[in-house]
């Protein structure tokens, strides 16, 4: 304190013992700072202010010790040091596009300087550098405030869209009776439900999720202010689409009203997708960013279809085939009109939804492609059938989608992809019906050499060629036994060595295997009931003899791999023997079927999660890629560094998530998901910084030896990419190849292979 001791002889007192921290000693030393508060009013008022009371006149340097003057310089340099620091993260802010930045985020930045500031005095600097004179929250979180809005989800909530749609919700993934809202305990705490009763985890309290989203980026999450809330009041560009052509495809429906639709919000829905900037863009208001179709068509037959196409050949219409719009490419996005002025009409297929015959000894079944992936698994269980095909958006997701976007599903290691599973299929172009062999509705052919087939040119063609209306397809028995189990193993390299060799097995893999990293199997810790997982993997550590295992494990390296088994007693029994040697072989720990059943089921839930968060001002997203071994690990880590770097670059407020899976094996190597995540208060056009943000890891993806896409399609999000994947006399054979099968030019979405048309 600069002060001389207490006169008289204290030589038996032993000298008092300070901190060592110098935090510490500063919080001792401001216990007393009033005292320099008048001391400091002509140098730093607002430092004097900010100390203790405040006094009109300083105190002149005449009147102080000579101690006290070598105290009171220290804090002036250390008040000079503090302001400094904040003015250069402010100046960095400001250069970044942060006119305005919070108080936090300037804090966040300052934090990250050279100079060591105790928290106690920067944080004050900030405040007194932006002029506030609120505080940090008790918790030390990034705390944004902004005025109170209408609650994400509400009773009665509803939008008037067709029926097709009265399920579904607007702006948000999944069913209108699901999702995740925020419940305060009666202590206070902030906890999560999954409302509705579809899924396992409908119901149950997860106390752990939102500090969970708090510690890994280092936001507060405020339920009581939403940044972006699912508003059905949504700004929608009118249909252009003349009258005369309006009852012309009405004509074609047999004049159902129902079935031609020109309404807004049904509009809307068909011209967007689920990717995040799709989402951004329906809370934010901003849909007048793209074109909407001007009209939905909904055929109920092939023959409706023919007439379709003709009547477009006809009127120089644009079709747009529409399966579930489950998409995250952007591939159901209407052309600009500067690229075409002609009336888009989106066509959605999902009247067309039946089982048109099953084939029981030749186990296939021919299907109408726009029959959604929960009603076909229904349909066929329903007859001791599976369709071994199951992608993660199968409840919403079409036949024909998954063949127009050459999908994978996450039993891929037991039935195949959907190129192995799909035998034939019908399509109509602007040529007129395409198909082969039995008129593609009859006995499928295991293999021919008859030159190229129609079902290869049609994987992937993304609306581009015309519209796929059946398809013959595989199926399987019921498997007699499903069971489920799952891995913990003590950090990822032991992780990828252990899904490569399962990956060795063959025949005997079983049908699902996914690698979670850390933060991935935090999070789906975090998701659980009160009696977490961890809870259960202790429960199963202490049960077997391997507890050094559980003596070494490090939380924050931990890894989890999730695994299903389908198929006979006799062959599950043997895949788990050989799972069960694996792990051990990789020094892991079995740790039951609660957490790989868990892990299963989660996949339906954790997709509500993006918008959930998106709801409290994060942006989130999934992109995914195949990887060969080889490249494997130098891929995951070059792009988990490339995300944090341009992150950091853009000075973005909070800490980002990004973490990654691994799931579909292969002999040659795997897919991976990787997600990402970041808080957007205060940034300026976030679903375009995230976008740019994401394209920077795809180049590096690519860079690293990976490739474009896995199973989620090219679109028009990833089409500017695809010069890195054809050659230029490839795509010359693509558009040839497009100008033979749609000399009109019927079908112009402009995705993927065939975006680049003149």
């Not at 925020?182 to 009763?197: A, D, L, P």
């Amino acid at each position: 304190m600069g002060h001389d001791l207490w006169p008289g002889d204290h030589s038996p007192c032993p000298p008092p013992q300070l901190p060592i921290s110098e935090t510490e000693r500063l919080a001792i030393f401001l216990h007393f700072g009033h005292y320099y508060s008048k001391l400091m009013m002509q140098s730093h008022p607002k430092w004097g202010i900010w100390l203790g009371l405040k006094f009109n006149d300083g105190m002149a340097d005449t009147a102080i010790h000579d101690n006290t003057r070598i105290v009171l310089q220290t804090l002036r340099n250390l008040f000079d040091k503090a302001n400094e620091v904040v003015k250069e993260a402010v100046d960095l802010l400001e250069s970044k596009g942060f006119c305005n930045p919070t108080p936090s985020h300037v804090y966040q930045y300052s934090r990250q300087s050279g100079y060591h500031i105790p928290s106690s005095l920067l944080y004050p600097a900030v405040l007194i550098h932006l002029g506030e004179t609120h505080g940090q929250n008790s918790k030390g979180f990034i705390s944004y405030r902004s005025d109170p809005v209408t609650p994400l989800f509400e009773k009665g909530d509803e939008v008037d869209t067709h029926p097709s749609m009265a399920s579904e919700s607007f702006g948000a993934w999944g069913f209108k009776d699901s999702g995740f809202v925020v419940k305060i305990e009666n202590n206070g705490s902030k906890s999560v439900i999954m409302k509705g009763n579809r899924y396992k985890i409908s119901g149950r309290s997860m106390p752990k999720l939102i500090p969970f989203l708090e510690n890994e980026t280092n936001v507060e999450v405020d339920p009581l202010k939403v940044a972006l809330p699912k508003s059905a009041q949504v700004t929608i560009p009118s249909s252009d689409l003349p009258d005369d052509l309006l009852q012309a495809l009405r004509k074609i429906v047999s004049n159902d009203l129902q079935r031609m639709l020109t309404s807004d919000l049904v509009r809307a829905r068909h011209g967007t997708g689920h990717s995040q900037e799709d989402m951004y863009m329906i809370r934010n208001d901003t849909l007048s960013q793209i074109r909407l179709p001007d009209g939905v068509i909904y055929p109920e037959n092939e023959d409706e279809v023919k007439s379709l196409v003709s009547l477009a050949a006809e009127k120089d219409l644009c079709l747009i085939p529409f399966g579930g719009g489950t998409n995250v490419c952007h591939a159901t996005w209407c052309p600009p009109k500067d690229q075409d002025p002609r009336p888009m009409i989106t066509v959605d297929m999902r009247r067309m939804n039946k089982i048109l015959s099953i084939n029981e000894e030749d186990s296939t079944i021919h299907v109408q492609a726009g029959i959604t992936g929960g009603d076909l698994v229904r349909e066929m269980a329903s007859r001791g059938y599976t369709i071994g095909h199951e992608p993660d958006s199968i409840e919403f997701s079409t036949l024909g989608g998954w063949i127009a976007t050459k999908a994978s599903g996450m039993k891929q290691n037991r039935y195949g992809n959907i190129e192995g599973i799909v035998k034939e299929v019908r399509v109509i172009s602007s040529c007129g019906e395409l198909w082969q062999h039995n008129d593609g509705n009859g006995a499928s052919f295991a293999r021919v050499s008859t030159g190229t087939d129609l079902s290869s040119i049609m994987l992937g063609s993304e609306g581009s060629l015309g519209i796929i209306t059946s398809a013959v397809m595989r199926i399987w028995p019921v498997p007699q036994v499903r069971e489920y189990e799952s891995v913990i193993l003590h950090k990822f390299e032991d992780g990828l060595l252990f899904m490569k060799d399962v990956s060795k097995l063959g025949a005997l893999k079983p049908a699902s295997v996914r690698l979670l990293d850390n933060t991935q199997f935090r999070l789906g810790q975090a998701m659980q009931s009160k009696d977490s997982t961890i809870k259960s993997i202790k429960r199963s550590l202490t049960k077997i003899a391997t507890s050094l295992f559980a003596d070494n494990y490090r939380s924050e390296e931990i890894v989890c791999a999730t695994v299903t088994f389908e198929g006979s007693e006799s062959e599950v029994h043997l895949q788990t023997q050989h799972i069960r040697n694996l792990a051990s072989k990789h020094g892991g720990l079995c740790a039951g079927s609660e957490i790989g059943k868990s892990g299963y089921d989660m996949t339906y839930a954790i997709a509500y999660i993006r918008d959930f968060a998106m709801t409290y001002g994060f942006l989130a997203e999934s992109f995914e890629t195949f990887v060969p071994w080889s490249k494997l690990r130098s891929m995951i880590n070059a792009t988990k560094e490339r995300l944090k770097t341009e992150h950091e670059e853009r000075a973005l407020p909070g800490n980002p998530i990004i973490t990654c899976r691994v799931t579909q094996l292969y002999d040659e190597g795997v897919c991976v998901y990787f997600y990402f995540c970041m808080n957007f208060n205060n940034v300026k056009d976030p679903s375009a910084v995230f976008a740019d943000i994401e394209l920077a890891a795809r180049l590096e993806i690519l860079a690293q030896g990976g490739s474009l896409s896995h199973h989620h399609g090219i679109g028009k999000h990833r089409a500017p990419l695809m010069d890195k994947v054809n050659s230029e006399g490839l795509r010359k054979v693509f558009m040839n190849l497009k100008d033979a099968v749609d000399p009109d030019n019927v079908f112009g979405v402009r995705n993927g292979t065939y975006s680049f048309q003149s």
